[in-house]
């Protein structure tokens, strides 16, 4: 069975900073990954996905994550962090149809 | 519809009761989910419909709940006998066979 892990539950970061999310898939076959945005009192976006192709991949909101194969990891990024980048990101793999999510880590960006 | 409309947006009920909680997909969207949010914590899969095919339904937590789903269009989420367990949000979303999920704003469950 698929399985998605951040292993982080907060990330603090300084606005200006670079910012890494992280996550780590399980999944049989080619994975589908995600990354979801949560903010407060609002219900989850979607930011990017990895489906196949260039490892790097480019999403909303000036957000990016790498692929790493060897890895099985996922990491959202981002170079220069804004205070309004805090919100729950969720990572999220697709195995068998269903997309199983990670816990959420939450970004806390102050300035 | 522009997106994921799910209703009521809010629901109160008491211990016992049974609720159902309604989800309008994004027209031509053949996939739909849906999931549970407990407070401060991550979305718990609980039901999975595409097409026509025979929906997964290996996150539902226990007997008492049930979805149903209209061809494409319509589906319904039913807590019977309600427990205070139950109290979360309970979010719906949809996509195309393989694409992003659009998730709606949600069902605030509370059980008293």
């Known amino acids: 069975a698929q399985s998605v892990a951040q292993p982080e539950d907060q990330v603090n970061v300084a606005e200006g900073n670079p910012l890494t999310v992280k996550c780590t898939y399980s999944?049989?076959?080619?994975?589908?990954l995600f990354w979801y945005v949560q903010y407060p009192n609002r219900g989850l976006q979607f930011l990017l996905k990895?489906?196949?192709?260039?490892?790097l991949v480019k999403g909303s909101y000036g957000f990016e994550a790498e692929f790493n194969k060897s890895q099985t990891s996922f990491h959202l990024k981002k170079p220069s962090a804004l205070v309004s980048d805090s919100a729950l990101y969720f990572c999220?793999?697709?195995?068998?149809?269903?997309?199983?999510f990670g816990q959420g880590t939450e970004l806390s960006v102050k300035p | 519809g522009a997106g994921v409309s799910q209703s009521p947006s809010n629901k109160v009920t008491e211990k016992g009761k049974d609720v159902e909680l309604r989800c309008d997909p994004i027209?031509?969207?053949?996939?739909l989910y849906w999931y549970r949010q407990r407070l401060g914590q991550g979305l718990e899969f609980l039901i999975y419909?595409?097409?026509?095919?025979?929906?997964?339904k290996s996150g539902l937590p226990s007997d008492r709940f049930s979805a149903e789903r209209t061809g494409e269009s319509v589906s319904t989420l039913t807590i019977q006998r309600t427990q205070q367990e139950d109290s979360a949000v309970y979010l719906c979303?949809?996509?195309?066979?393989?694409?992003?999920?659009?998730f709606g704003n949600g069902t605030r469950l509370t059980v008293t």
């Open positions: 419909f595409q097409g026509n095919s025979a929906p997964d």
């Open positions: 027209s031509g969207h053949t996939a």
């Open positions: 999220a793999v697709r195995g068998g149809g269903k997309l199983i």
């Open positions: 999944v049989s076959g080619n994975p589908y």
């Open positions: 979303a949809s996509s195309l066979l393989a694409g992003a999920l659009h």
């Open positions: 990895y489906i196949t192709g260039d490892n």
